[in-house]
């Protein structure tokens, strides 16, 4: 398996654009997950799937943030109007269910000027 | 919400030394997991271990479940294990799949 492949793995984008983060999960597995790493805040959760539904959404900072999973294969993170804030590393997860071991993707590398 | 406290939050060590890294709870957790995130950036899931010992190589682990915390253990340290350990779990009776992390132990082994 190729494993959890996310895309773009890095993202410059000005001020007030719309970015958008994709990841597809490995095969199989049924909860998908969005991480966000920053030197100040580590590593934070912003939303969980099991079967493509969103379970958990309240690490998601703000409004401008939605996460959408329309089948089993793909995923997206979109921030509309990204601000410089939002720079970080973004990761996608998956795993086989709920308290199984989690497999990161790369990440997406997102600077915001 | 649940704490996680790493310690050390930082360790030099000589290529050949062993160590120990520690992981504390505030709460009762499930699905306790430790990574390695490498110097780019990629995190590598070590070891799924909600309770007991594990061993995969020179890295064992072991989670006492009762007590709140987890030990990774790395022996015989080499280069290639430079990086940030971090340990995450999801608090007990609630959603499994929420893991918290903690902030990390930065680990340098030099040759």
Same mark, same amino acid.
């Given at each position: 398996d190729a494993g959890?492949?996310?895309?773009?793995r890095h993202e410059v +984008?000005?001020?007030?654009?719309?970015?958008?983060?994709?990841?597809?999960?490995?095969?199989g597995h049924n909860s998908l997950f969005w991480y !966000?790493?920053?030197?100040?805040?580590?590593?934070?959760?912003?939303?969980?799937?099991?079967?493509?539904?969103?379970?958990?959404?309240?690490?998601?900072?703000e409004d401008r943030?939605?996460?959408?999973?329309?089948?089993?294969?793909?995923? +997206?993170?979109?921030?509309?109007?990204?601000?410089? !804030?939002?720079?970080?590393v973004y990761f996608c997860a998956s795993s086989r269910r709920g308290g199984d071991s989690?497999?990161?993707?790369?990440? +997406? !590398?997102?600077?915001?000027? | 919400g649940i704490q996680v406290e790493q310690s050390p939050p930082d360790l030099i060590l000589q290529e050949g030394a062993n160590s120990t890294l520690r992981c504390n709870f505030s709460d009762s957790v499930n699905n306790?997991?430790?990574f390695h995130q490498n110097p780019w950036g990629q995190l590598i899931n070590l070891f799924y271990i909600p309770s007991g010992t594990k061993q995969n190589g020179r890295l064992s682990a072991t989670t006492v479940a009762t007590e709140r915390y987890s030990l990774l253990y790395i022996s015989s340290s080499q280069t290639t294990d430079s990086g940030?350990?971090?340990?995450? =779990?999801?608090?007990?009776?609630?959603?499994?799949?929420?893991?918290?992390? =903690?902030?990390?132990?930065l680990l340098a082994v030099q040759p």
């Open positions: 959890v492949i996310q895309s773009p +984008t000005e001020m007030g654009q719309e970015v958008t983060l994709r990841c597809k999960p490995i095969s !966000r790493q920053t030197m100040m805040r580590g590593l934070e959760l912003l939303i969980y799937f099991n079967n493509n539904v969103p379970i958990d959404d309240s690490g998601m900072p943030f939605s996460a959408k999973m329309p089948n089993a294969s793909f995923s +997206t993170l979109k921030i509309q109007p990204s601000e410089p !804030r939002d720079s970080a989690a497999f990161f993707g790369q990440g +997406t !590398r997102l600077t915001v000027v | 306790l997991q430790w940030v350990y971090f340990c995450a =779990g999801a608090i007990y009776g609630g959603a499994t799949n929420k893991l918290i992390f =903690g902030t990390g132990t």
